[in-house]
């Protein structure tokens, strides 16, 4: 496989050289001096895009641990949660409440479109018992490109009493989340998506209310305690089990290109980037899944043409151009493709994804005149 592909997946994303000399590094004594420094250094960098002051831990697990690990750590069995799903994320944070003997209120909004707040405001006002002790929430639904009103909810949330536990795994880095000006309790994400690097890392932050809840759950649980992982890292800047070290020296470099960028400017590169490839789709005459309104700066949902047989197309596109897309999941996995734009994207990786997509798709007997997509991005990048 040629080395330089055009990798415009949902994540793990392309890691740019940097970031992997920087994972070639040597290991080191797991208690020592050099992983004290970088665990302090990366800590404090993650409170920076997480945007908080807040407790920020670390932890051995992809994404979905770190969602377990957000309700094991805050709830007992048979709390009522209140989970928010527009899409196959959402509905996994269900689905992990539901395996965990929670009391699961799942509230299904439709795939493409967000979660509606009113709605919303109707449940949780109708709660006077306050018996929903938390509400799960996507941030970006990345199975259809849905960004949802975060800032909203967590405030209807606040004004109920329950924890907000979110899932930010398709976001932080990459889509613009305010941990502590929002509000929110528990924000779990990943390495691998919006920050760049190898998987092997999820990171949470913690809010003093959700620290209340932690010292009232009643699940039985040995490595996600999260009070063994605050106590080690305030009292030896360390993890209290061997952390992954390989992914940690990545992420560290990640958020090193992330900050030299300034992260305001990383946001507004994937708006504009976003911005760019919706207006190429659209003019090579590809319906796009999801309204600009609510539409995720970090992934895209393309409706297929019925015609066309995607999994061979995407192969096609894939071997012959060069430019990596990812499938549909859930109940879009035959309807749609995914166009991932998180990380180290740029202009040239829309320019570069967009004309293969013509070529194929014209192969594949699209009537898409060639250019027409690429013209429409280069113009929303000239202005
Ligand atoms: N949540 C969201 C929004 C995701 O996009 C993903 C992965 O794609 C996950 C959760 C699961 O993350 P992981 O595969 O790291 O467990």
Same mark, same amino acid.
């Given at each position: 496989?040629?080395?330089?592909?055009?990798?415009?997946?949902?994540?793990?994303?392309?890691?740019p050289e940097?970031?992997?000399?920087?994972?070639?590094?040597?290991?080191?004594?797991?208690?020592?001096?050099d992983?004290?420094?970088?665990?302090?250094e990366?800590?404090?960098?993650?409170k920076?895009?997480?945007k908080?002051?807040r407790?920020?831990?670390?932890?051995?697990?992809?994404?979905t641990g770190?969602?377990?690990?957000a309700?094991?750590?805050?709830?007992?069995?048979?709390?009522?949660?209140?989970a928010?799903?527009c899409?196959?994320?959402?509905?996994?944070?269900?689905?992990?409440a539901?395996a965990?003997?929670?009391n699961?209120?799942v509230?299904?909004?439709?795939?493409?479109?967000?979660?509606?707040?009113d709605?919303?405001?109707?449940?949780l006002?109708?709660?006077?018992?306050?018996?929903?002790?938390?509400?799960l929430?996507t941030?970006?639904?990345?199975s259809t490109?849905?960004?949802?009103?975060?800032? /909203?909810i967590?405030?209807?949330?606040?004004e109920? *009493?329950?924890?907000? $536990? %979110? +899932?930010?795994?398709?976001?932080?880095g990459c !889509?613009d989340?305010?941990?502590?000006?929002?509000?929110?309790?528990?924000v779990v994400?990943?390495s691998q998506?919006?920050?760049?690097s190898?998987?092997?890392i999820?990171m949470?932050?913690?809010?003093p209310?959700?620290?209340?809840?932690?010292?009232?759950?009643?699940?039985?649980?040995?490595?996600?305690?999260?009070?063994r992982f605050k106590?080690?890292n305030e009292?030896?800047?360390?993890?209290?089990?061997?952390?992954?070290?390989?992914?940690?020296?990545g992420?560290?470099?990640?958020?090193?290109?992330?900050?030299?960028?300034g992260?305001e400017n990383v946001?507004?590169?994937?708006?504009l980037?976003?911005? /760019?490839?919706?207006?190429?789709?659209?003019?090579? *005459?590809?319906?796009? $899944? %999801? +309204?600009?309104?609510?539409?995720?700066?970090? !992934?895209?949902?393309?409706k297929?043409?019925e015609?066309?047989?995607?999994?061979?197309?995407?192969?096609?596109?894939?071997?012959?151009y060069?430019?990596?897309?990812?499938?549909?999941?859930?109940?879009?996995?035959?309807t749609?493709?995914r166009?991932?734009?998180?990380?180290y994207i740029?202009?040239?990786?829309?320019i570069?994804?967009?004309?293969?997509?013509e070529?194929?798709?014209?192969?594949?007997g699209?009537?898409?005149?060639?250019?027409?997509?690429?013209?429409?991005?280069q113009?929303?990048?000239?202005?």
């Amino acid at each position: 496989m040629k080395e330089k592909r055009c990798m415009l997946l949902p994540g793990p994303v392309y890691t740019p050289e940097r970031i992997r000399n920087a994972m070639s590094k040597q290991m080191v004594e797991r208690r020592g001096e050099d992983i004290k420094q970088l665990s302090k250094e990366l800590i404090r960098d993650l409170k920076k895009v997480f945007k908080t002051e807040r407790d920020v831990l670390f932890f051995v697990a992809s994404g979905t641990g770190g969602m377990e690990l957000a309700l094991v750590n805050t709830l007992s069995p048979g709390d009522k949660v209140l989970a928010l799903s527009c899409g196959n994320f959402g509905d996994r944070f269900a689905d992990i409440a539901v395996a965990m003997g929670l009391n699961v209120v799942v509230e299904r909004f439709p795939s493409g479109k967000p979660v509606d707040i009113d709605c919303v405001r109707k449940i949780l006002q109708k709660d006077e018992e306050k018996d929903i002790k938390a509400v799960l929430i996507t941030h970006n639904e990345t199975s259809t490109g849905v960004v949802n009103d975060l800032e /909203a909810i967590s405030q209807l949330t606040r004004e109920h *009493g329950a924890l907000s $536990l %979110v +899932d930010a795994v398709s976001s932080l880095g990459c !889509v613009d989340i305010r941990t502590d000006e929002w509000g929110l309790d528990v924000v779990v994400s990943a390495s691998q998506k919006g920050l760049m690097s190898a998987p092997g890392i999820a990171m949470v932050s913690i809010s003093p209310k959700a620290w209340e809840a932690v010292e009232k759950s009643r699940y039985p649980k040995y490595y996600w305690d999260i009070r063994r992982f605050k106590k080690f890292n305030e009292e030896k800047s360390l993890t209290p089990y061997t952390p992954a070290m390989t992914a940690m020296y990545g992420l560290k470099e990640a958020l090193n290109m992330v900050l030299e960028e300034g992260y305001e400017n990383v946001l507004e590169r994937h708006r504009l980037i976003t911005k /760019a490839l919706r207006a190429g789709l659209e003019a090579i *005459g590809l319906e796009l $899944l %999801v +309204d600009e309104a609510y539409a995720s700066p970090s !992934v895209t949902a393309v409706k297929f043409p019925e015609t066309i047989d995607s999994t061979a197309w995407r192969k096609a596109l894939r071997n012959k151009y060069w430019v990596s897309t990812a499938g549909g999941l859930g109940d879009l996995i035959d309807t749609t493709f995914r166009i991932g734009h998180m990380g180290y994207i740029g202009r040239e990786d829309i320019i570069t994804g967009l004309s293969g997509i013509e070529l194929s798709l014209r192969e594949y007997g699209f009537p898409v005149e060639i250019g027409t997509g690429v013209a429409a991005a280069q113009k929303v990048f000239a202005e």
